[in-house]
């Protein structure tokens, strides 16, 4: 039964009471006056507790980290790798189920006759849950949260405008806006563009590229080239990470959908192949708990960009991350390979951190490439078959990634 003046009518009042008094205001202000603490003679160091030397004490005793700062944002990039390997498919269950109670709950009050605060109370309770349940899931991943939280409490607040008002219809009118924008964000449509794990446009994007623009002399351009990023766990999850305005057809590390089964060529598969071929005579399985890898494509600026854009189209060049359980396993891996499969000869610099330059054999080919340690994780960037010293502008894809950050 649909909401209308006369069930209001003998609850208006407690309305107004309850949905706004009785909770009392929800405005904090600041104490009158500030407590000044007694004064003490005691010097400085005796006033110090115990536990800051007890912690100084511990980070003097703690091993240095290789390249801490690299290690950090390494530490970022391919932590949302792993969730969107790991933990993306329960997340989005979990936050589509919530979504869908608090759908339930505003049916459940549009269907009553009557509209008071403690109908309030429930719509309340139940989109609080809902974002609640959002930005534990989501947060960090993905800005739909924070929108989220907004919107619903913008709805929250015209519904109870309008009830104090005893304009049912428009309380009803306003119910039926916040379903369906509930419904909207729950959607599989809203998820595969805006939530997607296929095509990223959310926090991994931005801390995989590198946002600071070019340095060249002659370039007048202040924006920082696009990215591209074709990505592969351990786990078998793949992904783009993508911000620009195309929708790319092409699966990554795939072929594109509807393409007959035994087509002549597969040049996604094709690419994760030869990341295999490329990477693993440098991959230490000892002591590694996951590895990954990223595919930097140099695909041009947005409006340069086709509609039927395929990053196998511009240059690429990748980067193989394995992360261990501990600095000193990824010292270790990195011991064994110098001892074993991998050589060394000289050193190159990336952006802040300077690489070993190495070279190893990957089937029946010399493959030349650079290799850092940044705390618990390896990589090894641009593998090529032509030597460091004769590359020519081979530099552009990976200027796109964070490992050029200053």
Not at 23 to 30: I, M
């Amino acid at each position: 039964m649909k909401l209308t003046r006369r069930g209001l009518l003998g609850v208006g009042t407690a309305l107004g009471l309850t949905g706004c008094l009785s909770g009392g205001s929800n405005v904090s202000y600041p104490e009158t006056a500030t407590r000044t603490p007694p004064p003490t003679d005691a010097p400085l160091e005796s006033a110090r507790p115990d536990s800051a030397a007890d912690d100084e004490s511990v980070q003097q005793r703690e091993p240095s980290v290789p390249n801490r700062r690299l290690a950090t944002e390494t530490e970022r990039v391919y932590g949302e790798i792993e969730w969107f390997a790991t933990s993306y498919d329960d997340a989005i269950e979990t936050y589509r189920r919530s979504v869908g109670k608090a759908m339930a709950t505003v049916q459940r009050v549009r269907a009553t006759a009557d509209f008071d605060a403690d109908s309030l109370g429930l719509v309340r309770r139940a989109t609080d849950s809902a974002v609640a349940t959002a930005e534990t899931e989501l947060g960090g991943h993905f800005g739909h949260p924070g929108q989220m939280r907004d919107t619903v409490d913008n709805h929250i607040a015209t519904i109870e405008r309008f009830a104090n008002r005893g304009d049912l219809d428009r309380v009803d009118e306003e119910l039926e806006r916040l379903y369906d924008y509930l419904s909207g964000i729950r959607s599989p449509l809203f998820v595969r563009r805006v939530l997607s794990d296929r095509q990223i446009d959310a926090e991994l994007y931005r801390h995989l590229h590198d946002e600071t623009a070019g340095s060249d002399d002659n370039d007048d351009d202040d924006e920082a080239d696009p990215g591209l990023f074709e990505l592969h766990h351990s786990a078998d999850y793949s992904g783009y990470a993508y911000n620009g305005p195309q929708h790319l057809e092409r699966d990554p590390f795939g072929d594109v959908p509807g393409t007959p089964a035994g087509a002549d060529r597969n040049r996604g598969a094709e690419l994760l192949a030869q990341q295999r071929v490329d990477f693993d005579p440098v991959g230490e399985a000892t002591g590694r708990t996951g590895f990954a890898y990223v595919v930097s494509h140099a695909i041009p600026d947005e409006e340069d960009q086709p509609a039927d854009l395929d990053p196998l189209d511009y240059e690429h060049t990748s980067l193989f991350i394995q992360r261990y359980e501990s600095v000193a396993a990824a010292a270790t891996a990195v011991e064994t390979l110098l001892d074993t499969a991998v050589s060394r000869e000289g050193e190159y610099s990336f952006g802040r951190e300077t690489w070993h330059r190495v070279y190893y054999h990957a089937d029946g080919d010399v493959v030349y490439a650079f290799l850092i340690q940044a705390g618990p994780f390896v990589l090894v960037a641009a593998p090529s078959e032509v030597a460091w010293e004769e590359r020519l502008d081979w530099t552009d894809p990976l200027d796109r990634l964070w490992l050029w950050r200053r």
